[in-house]
């Protein structure tokens, strides 16, 4: 785990996976404000705490995004703060679009047309991105996004082998595409487990392992994200995550401390100890599917 | 027979399961997170559009899930009939123009129909930056039905003009739009006092229903935009007494759709006790699994 961030070269743009609170590469992400990172570019989909832990610690010099919120716990505070101050540049580009780039990046080709928010001010706001193409077939300013080709990937799945297949059970976003896309890709799991294993139900590989550069077992490496169908999202600490960023200062100071003063062990160890990692698992079971007759 | 008891949140949630009705491929989307709109699509689901196709997180074809903060992935995945990418279902659902309804929800709207979830004040030096629209832009462009609810009915929140439109609906009347090959659908409004509607590009949103108890005054007094008011403005039809037994005991028991309504600290506070009942039933769960 501690060789993770020295595969991301200095000033690299990374694209972080998962979307909302599910399954983002938490364990990676504490990994590079360990290293003191400060240089990177983050591409965030559907971003959460990943992105405001990585604001907060100062990891980013530039974030492109569609969203970045906690939802419920409200308003992503280190992320609000770093943009109204101006310390953090942005690029908003909106999220079906920014897919799409990402897409014909894994394409290798230079654009994609697609049905775009054509009303919208992010169109006009970013005419390096958003544009139009007419073809030789006949076709005149059909909209057209331009390809985002990231240096590096980084996700979280269940579980891998030395190979570098990857196997997502519950939600993996757009994790297959952001593989294709990005130049080198790390992986964190859940598990690593024999290539038999992969083989034995290899429906569940999303990314095969000739995309894959790099994987590290990292169990709940998703964590406060949820990682279903292992465990739910630690509403708990996510909440807590909240207080202390909209408290700010020494509050704030000190999550960061207690998490560059950790490896990964230690962290589960503090927030999983005492059972509740089993109740994090517990909660999935617990998630109820209404039965349609009877209702 | 109408609920003798509800409350605003439960009119809005069923007004809003209104729009579930089968056209086009009838696909109805989770997006972010918007528990009072989650609400409606599973009363829709277990009334009226038994056949909608409901799409969350990469799981589609999802069986109506009971709401909560820590459940509701988990049980959108085993009542799942398919998975694929977000890339396969945005071209599917939003590029594909197969989507029928996925509600936003922002900090404004405007006259036109322009939705703002990205920044209150110059957007380069923004007073509050918002999160940003995630697939808004293109859900509102593209889907059948434009359906934007508000927790308050106010002049900062429906404004003449937004601060930036993250997202505007473009063409809307319906004409236009299916000259591009877009799907035709109003651009309607749900807010606690009523329901808003516009047609046509080069009208005001209309007057659709005021909710019971309240006057049309009330509405055009705190609407920061023209309304065209009708002649005999209808009242908002009321849940029925089964819907709100649907959304109380089987859809939405822990009450995550009143949280839209709640603000900063009360929020917070909502969340603690909320999270504590599902605690409670996960941790119920352990103990039996190390009884047996």
């Not at chain 1, 360990?34 to 907060?56: E, M, Q």
Request: net charge negative; aromatic share 6%; glycine share 8%.
């Amino acid at each position: 785990m501690e060789d993770l961030p020295g595969l991301i070269p200095e000033g690299s743009t990374v694209v972080l996976g998962g979307g909302w609170f599910a399954n983002h590469p938490m364990a990676a992400v504490r990994e590079l404000i360990r290293a003191g990172r400060d240089d990177l570019h983050a591409i965030a989909l559907l971003g959460s705490i990943d992105v405001d832990l990585l604001v907060g610690a100062r990891a980013l010099r530039h974030l492109t995004f569609s969203m970045v919120t906690l939802e419920a716990f409200g308003l992503a505070t280190n992320f609000r703060r770093a943009v109204q101050s101006g310390e953090l540049p942005i690029t908003e580009i909106s999220a079906l679009s920014l897919q799409v780039a990402l897409e014909a990046g894994a394409h290798r080709v230079p654009f994609l047309p697609l049905r775009g928010p054509v009303g919208s001010d992010l169109v006009a706001m970013h005419p390096d991105f958003y544009g139009t193409a007419s073809t030789s077939l006949g076709d005149a300013d059909v909209p057209v996004v331009k390809a985002v080709r990231p240096d590096v990937a980084l996700l979280h799945a269940t579980r891998c082998d030395a190979l570098g297949n990857v196997q997502h059970e519950g939600t993996y976003a757009m994790d297959p595409e952001l593989a294709r896309a990005s130049d080198r890709v790390i992986v964190t799991c859940e598990e690593i487990v024999p290539t038999e294993a992969v083989a034995a139900d290899a429906s569940l590989t999303r990314i095969p392992g000739l995309l894959v550069d790099a994987v590290i077992e990292a169990p709940f490496g998703a964590h406060p994200c949820s990682h279903v169908p292992r465990y739910a999202q630690d509403a708990w600490k996510l909440l807590d995550y909240q207080k202390a960023a909209l408290a700010g200062g020494d509050a704030y100071d000190a999550l960061l401390d207690r998490i560059r003063g950790e490896d990964e062990e230690s962290y589960r160890e503090r927030m999983l100890g005492d059972g509740r990692g089993r109740v994090l698992e517990a909660l999935v079971e617990a998630a109820v599917v209404i039965d349609e007759e009877a209702a | 027979m109408t609920a003798d008891r509800y409350e605003i949140h439960e009119l809005m949630i069923a007004r809003i399961a209104e729009e579930m009705t089968a056209e086009g491929e009838h696909i109805v989307l989770m997006g972010s997170f918007t528990p009072l709109a989650y609400a409606a699509y599973m009363l829709g689901k277990l009334t009226h559009a038994r056949d909608a196709w409901l799409a969350g997180y990469n799981a589609v074809g999802i069986g109506p899930v009971q709401l909560s903060f820590t459940g509701s992935e988990a049980a959108a995945y085993r009542s799942a009939t398919s998975t694929a990418s977000f890339n396969q279902n945005g071209w599917i659902f939003h590029l594909g123009t197969r989507g029928l309804l996925e509600c936003v929800s922002s900090a404004q709207i405007g006259a036109d129909g322009a939705i703002n979830l990205s920044a209150i004040g110059d957007y380069d030096a923004p007073k509050v930056r918002l999160p940003g629209g995630a697939g808004a832009p293109e859900v509102v462009q593209n889907y059948r039905r434009m359906v934007a609810y508000f927790t308050r009915h106010d002049r900062r929140t429906l404004v003449e003009a937004v601060d930036f439109a993250t997202g505007r609906r473009t063409p809307i009347g319906a004409a236009a739009r299916e000259e591009l090959g877009l799907c035709p659908g109003a651009v309607l409004i749900v807010t606690p006092l009523a329901v808003l509607r516009k047609d046509e590009d080069e009208q005001p949103f209309e007057l659709e229903s005021v909710h019971p108890g309240v006057d049309v005054e009330t509405v055009v007094e705190n609407t920061g935009f023209e309304l065209a008011v009708p002649d005999d403005v209808p009242v908002t039809g009321e849940p029925s007494a089964r819907q709100v037994e649907l959304l109380r005991e089987r859809i939405d028991p822990f009450q995550t759709a009143r949280f839209d309504f709640l603000t900063g600290e009360e929020r917070l506070g909502y969340l603690e006790d909320l999270l504590a009942r599902e605690w409670d039933r996960a941790e119920a769960l352990v103990e039996q699994a190390a009884a047996r």
